[in-house]
């Protein structure tokens, strides 16, 4: 796996699901996770977003021809991992590609997904918590990242213990996540 430097700092590699990518999209931060992460997509999302017009379709199509942004393809067929049943095409075939050894963490925000990921010890976060990372890294000051995340949380499908833990978490649990 690739590493990218911005800035002299070694970005982490992560792979990235669809309605995380419209979420950031929407809450204008897709730029700003960019600049801090290096971002990888499965093929599966990128088609997901790009084929439907998703919110952010243009951006990513635009970011993907720049190289700024990576698609990957898992090596394997879904078949031969335990994943969860129900799993729509691009969350799958996003965890088979950290199951490749495809990026150091996941950004996703479907519920079976992130419960895999919780059984299996996948290092993730939803797009909630996107604002706070940026935060971490100076990307947004601190009134900036609660913005950020009260409108991701208007955008998303969030339960009451998400929102909770999102604006409760500490600053020491998401320092695994950072460059």
Same mark, same amino acid.
């Given at each position: 796996?690739?590493?990218?430097?911005m800035?002299?700092?070694?970005?982490?590699?992560?792979?990235?699901?669809?309605?995380?990518?419209?979420?950031?999209?929407?809450?204008?931060?897709?730029? /700003?996770? /960019?600049?801090?992460?290096?971002?990888?997509?499965?093929?599966?999302? *990128?088609?997901?977003?790009?084929? %439907?017009?998703? =919110?952010? !379709?243009?951006?990513?199509?635009?970011?993907?021809? %720049?190289?700024?942004?990576?698609?990957?393809? =898992?090596?394997?067929?879904a &078949?031969?991992?335990?994943?969860?049943? #129900?799993?729509?095409?691009?969350?799958?075939?996003?965890?088979?590609? @950290?199951?490749? #050894?495809?990026?150091? @963490?996941?950004?996703?925000?479907? &519920?079976?997904?992130? #419960?895999?990921? +919780?059984? /299996?010890?996948? =290092? @993730?976060?939803?797009?909630?918590l996107? =604002? +706070?990372?940026?935060?971490?890294? #100076?990307?947004?000051?601190?009134?900036?990242?609660?913005?950020?995340?009260?409108?991701?949380? +208007?955008?998303?499908? *969030?339960?009451? !213990?998400?929102k909770? *833990?999102a604006?409760?978490?500490?600053?020491?649990?998401?320092?695994?996540?950072?460059?």
């Open positions: 796996m690739k590493r990218r430097v800035g002299g700092m070694v970005l982490k590699n992560v792979l990235v699901d669809a309605s995380s990518v419209i979420l950031l999209h929407k809450a204008d931060l897709l730029a /700003q996770m /960019q600049a801090s992460f290096h971002i990888r997509i499965a093929a599966a999302v *990128y088609d997901e977003l790009t084929r %439907h017009q998703r =919110p952010g !379709a243009t951006a990513i199509a635009r970011e993907r021809r %720049h190289r700024r942004i990576t698609v990957v393809t =898992p090596k394997v067929n &078949g031969s991992r335990p994943l969860p049943a #129900g799993l729509h095409r691009g969350e799958r075939d996003t965890l088979l590609c @950290f199951l490749d #050894g495809g990026a150091d @963490f996941v950004i996703i925000d479907d &519920g079976p997904g992130a #419960g895999f990921c +919780r059984r /299996q010890a996948i =290092p @993730f976060v939803n797009a909630l996107c =604002p +706070r990372l940026l935060a971490a890294v #100076g990307r947004l000051a601190h009134t900036e990242a609660r913005s950020a995340m009260d409108c991701i949380s +208007r955008l998303g499908h *969030y339960s009451a !213990a998400i909770r *833990y604006a409760t978490c500490s600053d020491a649990a998401l320092t695994a996540f950072l460059p």
